[in-house]
């Protein structure tokens, strides 16, 4: 890491620093602007986040696929489909409770 970096990191932390204790003195003095302006700053953060969202989402360009991708687990989970009912309640029963020719014995 450089000293320009090592610099501006330090030059943030003061800022963050000075803006705390701007807004401790604010909420001190019980002035409404030490809460408004932040809450107004992280809203309209959050509301151009959103509109960034929707723009992108509003703008973007995807070429469709001409034929779409057959997945293997498509292809493989019909069995259960054409299984008669019962054969279904046997697979899908946990192997402790189906019993044997030895447990009946």
Do not use: H, K
């Not at 696929?65 to 997945?71: H, Y």
Request: contains cysteine; proline residues 4%.
């Amino acid at each position: 890491m450089n000293d320009a970096s090592r610099s501006q990191g330090w030059a943030i932390c003061a800022a963050a620093g000075l803006t705390a204790l701007l807004f401790l003195i604010g909420l001190l003095n019980g002035s409404y602007w030490a809460l408004a302006i932040p809450v107004a700053i992280v809203t309209l953060f959050a509301l151009s986040l959103v509109g960034w969202v929707g723009f992108t989402i509003a703008t973007i360009q995807v070429e469709a696929d001409a034929s779409p991708e057959i997945l293997s687990t498509d292809a493989t989970n019909t069995s259960y489909s054409s299984a008669a009912p019962e054969t279904l309640e046997a697979a899908d029963a946990p192997a402790s409770s189906q019993t044997t020719a030895e447990d009946a014995a």
